[in-house]
């Protein structure tokens, strides 16, 4: 059993930076990559950005590459996400997940363990 807590989101202004956080506990060891994922009100969710915890090789979703990166803090537990010039259509909930194999995968399924979510709002 994993779990994955985020946290960081709030009302932000259009060109603003913000940082996620996802903080994992748990049987920590058992997975080996990690992805963020958001969801839009009335749109399916979709992947933001991937890493694998042993290589820090790193995937993004094309209209966030350049703006937003995703890193680590092992001694931590914690992945981050940061978003740097942040637009109105990057408004949705942002989640954490986890999955068990090592392949950055893009979709949803792929992955084992998921957060709460948290609101980020980019204000116009």
């Known amino acids: 059993q994993v779990q994955l807590v985020e946290s960081g989101g709030k009302l932000v202004q259009a060109g603003d930076s913000l940082r996620l956080s996802c903080a994992a506990s748990g049987r920590t060891v058992s997975t080996l990559t990690v992805g963020w994922f958001r969801q839009a009100p009335g749109k399916e969710r979709e992947f933001v950005a991937g890493?694998?915890?042993?290589?820090?090789?790193?995937s993004y979703k094309a209209s966030v590459k350049g703006r937003f990166t995703i890193s680590r803090d092992n001694a931590k537990n914690t992945v981050y996400l940061q978003m740097n010039s942040l637009k109105p259509e990057d408004t949705a909930v942002y989640y954490c997940a986890a999955r068990k194999s090592g392949g950055i995968l893009t979709g949803g399924s792929a992955y084992d363990y998921w957060g709460q979510g948290t609101q980020v709002t980019v204000s116009s």
């Open positions: 890493m694998h915890l042993f290589s820090a090789s790193t």
